[in-house]
């Protein structure tokens, strides 16, 4: 099935200067957001394009909550609507924001951070006295724990402040009893902040043992992190996630400790952990990163990631467990292995979930829905849109260091393809990324393709198409067809090389990230690229 589509997308001048800035996409001759597809029957609604959708319109919700790579989940409320951001790592500009009024239905603004500051980990996103706070972690040399700052969620958002910390990843902002504000870092550390939140006071003290599992449990390590903060009934609740965020099925999970002050001393839940996968043969795997949140309707749940089983290519998804308080104050997660559909929180109103992938290029959306891989700091300036074209200058040899373009798709199948022309002595093709040395996929220049596989670059048959081409990728379930057309689209001729690529995920290279649609130029010149379309299959 085909869908005929239209989209619109913004461009704003900053400071006299063009600036490509996300917009809210408006579309029409698509399914209507979240109608049913008669060709799916694997439980989901769909929406935008068959893409999965965990609203099912019956008062209940199907996990993912957001599917595809959205790790580490940071969740605000603020009065009636929900912000949540996830670690983008390299991508940028990266911090998308989204947001909610229900819990379930979720839809991206903007990317906060617009400046490549290194491998972006777990944030804590935050409000305090009115203005909003990102503190966001960083591999790089030296790694360090940043601040940026917003009077507005939609920004304009700050320079990153660095405020130094290289031995702590995944600050926790909490405000304590008597108004005091904390970094709550990994290892069960924390330091003060000053007044405004913007530098440290002191330094860091250790203030937490974490409760450590059995030694029998098949884990990746101890790996204590993650830590968040909330109140409630007059307790501090701290969360924490051990066990390694990947490596065995079974090894993340998540613990629990409480106090009575924000300055302890915290006591350890009876009952840790309080998630945890226990058998490969569940629906999610490697559950845990988790925070707590209430709904418009007083109840209270929890959002934390996982790997769909069968599916690392799809990075960490972002899951939704409701909760209860016990007779003893403490919660416990009430969803079970998050397999069956749930009934939904209530209250809210729903926001559009998602938006569509396809892109007809009138404009260009980076931020909200593309995102260039570890780019340098003039990356933006590569791309533009005129004519209905995305016009990206080459740069590089391949995509090992072309600084793709890149989308987040969470189907367990589909197909994407678009229309391809290069400059003489340019190349440009669509691959599937995972990161600088492992993708796949399909380049040409005038005379010859050339064939991405494993994070090389390998035969070079001849090309018929010459300069212009059509090109689609489609992935079912890890197997790989890529098709080539020199008619736009009337034609295609299936290309000599499968792939098979299950392995294209973490626990083979490492990074935390997924496999994701890409474009590159690559050589000289500048690339065209138009009509760019995505089917969940």
């Known amino acids: 099935m085909t ?65 595809g790579d959205h790790p580490d989940p940071a969740i605000l409320k603020d009065g009636a ?102 970094l709550f870092l990994s290892g069960g550390d924390r330091i003060r902040l000053a007044d405004d939140g913007l530098s440290t006071v002191g330094k860091v003290e250790h203030v937490y043992d974490p409760w450590r599992y059995p030694d029998t449990w098949d884990v990746e390590g101890f790996s204590p992190e993650g830590p968040k903060i909330v109140r409630h009934g007059g307790w501090f609740y701290m969360i924490t996630a051990v066990g390694g965020t990947a490596g065995p099925p079974t090894g993340h999970m998540v613990i629990v400790a409480r106090s009575r002050s924000i300055h302890g001393p915290w006591t350890n839940d009876p009952a840790n952990p309080v998630v945890r996968t226990v058998s490969t043969d569940e629906k999610w795997w490697s559950r845990g990163h988790a925070s707590l949140v209430e709904a418009p309707d007083g109840s209270w749940w929890s959002i934390y990631h996982g790997f769909e089983n ?40 729903a926001v559009p979930h998602g938006q569509p992938l396809s892109d007809d290029f009138r404009r260009l959306q980076v931020g909200s829905k593309w995102n260039f891989f570890r780019p340098g700091p003039a990356e933006r300036s590569r791309a533009r849109v005129e004519g209905g ?96 057309s020199g008619d736009a689209g009337k034609s295609w001729h299936r290309f000599d090389r499968g792939m098979e690529v299950s392995g294209y995920h973490h626990n083979v290279r490492g990074g935390f990230l997924m496999l994701r649609p890409g474009l590159y130029s690559a050589g000289s010149g500048e690339a065209r690229f138009r009509d760019f379309r995505y089917e969940a299959l």
Not at 24 to 32: C, D, H, R, S
Not at 103 to 113: E, H, S, T
Request: with cysteine; hydrophobic share 40%; charged share 20%.
């Open 3 to 67: 869908y005929n589509r239209r989209e619109t997308f913004g461009l704003a001048l900053a400071g006299g200067t063009a600036a490509l800035v996300p917009t809210t996409p408006a579309v029409a001759e698509l399914p209507k957001q979240g109608a049913c597809v008669s060709r799916f029957d694997d439980g989901w609604r769909r929406g935008f394009e068959g893409q999965r959708v965990a609203d099912l319109g019956d008062g209940r919700f199907l996990n993912p909550l957001i599917a």
């Open 81 to 182: 609507d929900y912000y949540m951001t996830f670690s983008s790592f390299d991508s940028y500009p990266g911090l998308t924001i989204w947001h909610s009024r229900d819990l379930v239905n979720w839809q991206p603004r903007k990317a906060a951070l617009t400046k490549n500051i290194g491998s972006v980990w777990a944030v804590s996103l935050e409000k305090h006295d009115g203005q909003y706070f990102l503190y966001i972690p960083v591999k790089a040399k030296p790694n360090a724990i940043h601040v940026i700052w917003a009077d507005h969620i939609d920004g304009p958002w700050s320079d990153p402040i660095d405020l130094g910390l290289p031995d702590h990843i995944d600050p926790c902002h909490a405000v304590g009893e008597d108004g005091s504000r904390w």
């Open 310 to 349: 069968g599916y690392w290519t799809l990075g960490r998804q972002a899951l939704l467990d409701p909760i209860r308080w016990t007779a003893n104050g403490w919660f416990a997660m009430t969803g079970g292995d998050l397999s069956k559909p749930l009934a939904k929180p209530k209250g809210g109103a």
């Open 389 to 484: 074209a995305l016009i990206l200058q080459a740069t590089g040899t391949a995509p090992v260091d072309s600084s793709p373009l890149m989308l987040i798709a969470g189907d367990q199948a589909y197909r994407f393809e678009c229309d391809v022309e290069t400059a003489p002595g340019g190349t440009a093709g669509l691959v599937l990324f995972y990161d600088d040395r492992l993708y796949c996929g399909l380049g040409f220049d005038e005379r010859r393709f050339v064939t991405h596989q494993y994070g090389n670059e390998r035969g070079r048959p001849a090309n018929p198409h010459g300069r212009r081409m059509r090109i689609r990728i489609t992935n079912t379930r890890h197997i790989v067809a890529i098709h080539t």
